[in-house]
């Protein structure tokens, strides 16, 4: 019988797998595709790491601790992480731009904040309109999921976990000694413990997920540069930016696609994960006018892709034992936060499995599934 059984190998069940794999526990994954894929938390090719968090400063400890993590795959794999810094950029009364901030002084973070002159100077692509601030987080840094989830699979599988792909599970039967899985070849698989890290399809194993997020299909957009170097990672960084309507997250250029923008229009809603067409909305023209005015030098659109993440109502990650469960668990539904939180995720879940006292809290980061949305907070 093993420890722990992983259903679902992308980013954070990954993570998870390495996460239990040092505690010494017997880990098996399980994933009915590859592991390679661009979906859920592993969507968009790219993401933003930034210590001053949007969210406000209940990220900050759970950042840093991944930050440790970041800092350790990338110095022994070069290729996971572009050390660019980020800039939050716009209104300061915005809510997210205020909680950056808020986030940055209050946790004596490093940081700058700039005026136009000094933005002119460092990074003269982005126009900062009247009122715009311009917030530093030298800590920032941009993640290539799939470097990084290859690497984590590794590291897991060097430590002992047995990671199975194409393996796809046609039941769960649960005891008080354990969990019998099946998959669809016929072979049975014994577990004490299984986590769900299944993303936007976890609800196949965790009912209550389904009814506790809303999956939503976000459109990402590539345009051309007139210099690959100045809007590259040595010399981009990574960040958002929100003044008034004009609101857009970037992502320096690591091919000849150019730099990737997330508008950050209203994400459509979609009935199941696999929904990934590129629709573009009515007001994408306009869309696209905020953005070139605010980030110059941009030229054509060259490509545009899709994925589906899963969101909770109040932005907090589901963590914790699925209900009426006596070993199954949960950590799905971080939307666009999880990628970059993994590392302290995966390790908060396996201390909480272990019986042991997680060394960090995540109080307004994560909640258990089955529990009411709390205070909802301004997302993605």
């Known amino acids: 019988m093993h420890d722990l059984a992983v259903v679902g190998l992308g980013a954070l069940g990954t993570h998870?797998?390495?996460a239990a794999a040092r505690k010494g526990l017997d880990v098996v994954g399980l994933d009915s595709g590859t592991g390679d894929h661009e979906h859920s938390a592993t969507?968009?090719?790219t993401r933003i790491f930034r210590l001053a968090y949007t969210f406000g400063t209940?990220?900050?400890?759970?950042?840093?601790?991944?930050l440790t993590f970041w800092n350790n795959l990338s110095s022994r794999y070069p290729e996971t992480r572009f050390e660019t810094g980020a800039l939050m950029i716009g209104d300061p009364t915005d809510p997210e731009?205020?909680?950056?901030?808020t986030a940055a002084q209050s946790c004596n973070l490093p940081h700058?904040?700039?005026?136009?002159?000094?933005?002119?100077?460092?990074w003269p692509m982005h126009h900062l309109v009247p009122g715009d601030i311009a917030?530093?987080?030298?800590?920032?840094?941009?993640?290539?999921?799939?470097?990084?989830?290859a690497r984590v699979r590794a590291d897991a599988e060097a430590l002992g976990a047995t990671l199975r792909f194409h393996s796809p599970i046609t039941a769960i039967k649960e005891s008080s000694r354990g969990s019998?899985?099946?998959?669809?070849?016929?072979?049975?698989?014994?577990?004490?413990?299984?986590?769900?890290?299944?993303?936007?399809?976890?609800?196949?194993?965790?009912?209550?997920?389904?009814?506790?997020v809303e999956l939503r299909r976000a459109i990402l957009h590539w345009f051309s540069t007139p210099n690959d170097f100045e809007y590259g990672p040595t010399q981009f960084p990574v960040g958002l930016r929100r003044t008034g309507n004009v609101r857009y997250s970037f992502f320096p250029q690591v091919d000849a696609n150019g730099i990737k923008v997330n508008l950050h229009s209203p994400k459509q809603v979609v009935p199941h994960p696999e929904m990934r067409e590129v629709n573009l909305p009515s007001d994408f023209d306009e869309l696209v006018g905020g953005l070139k005015r605010t980030l110059t030098g941009l030229g054509r659109r060259t490509a545009s892709a899709a994925y589906v993440e899963s969101y909770t109502p109040d932005y907090r990650i589901?963590?914790?034992?699925a209900a009426n469960t006596k070993n199954r668990w949960l950590l799905a539904g971080g939307s666009g936060q999880a990628f970059k939180l993994a590392p302290a995720l995966a390790e908060h879940l396996v201390e909480l499995i272990q019986g042991e006292m997680p060394s960090l809290s995540l109080d307004g980061v994560i909640r258990s599934p089955g529990t009411p949305a709390v205070e909802a907070v301004r997302g993605p």
């Open 58 to 66: 209940d990220y900050v400890p759970a950042l840093q601790r991944s």
């Open 43 to 45: 969507g968009g090719r």
């Open 112 to 122: 700058e904040l700039l005026d136009a002159s000094a933005m002119s100077t460092r």
């Open 180 to 212: 019998t899985i099946t998959l669809s070849n016929g072979e049975e698989l014994r577990s004490r413990q299984i986590v769900v890290t299944a993303g936007a399809w976890s609800g196949r194993f965790v009912p209550e997920f389904t009814n506790a």
């Open 318 to 321: 589901l963590l914790g034992r």
């Open 135 to 149: 917030l530093y987080d030298p800590a920032g840094s941009l993640l290539i999921p799939p470097a990084i989830t």
């Open 97 to 101: 731009i205020a909680k950056a901030v």
């Open 16 to 18: 998870v797998a390495l």
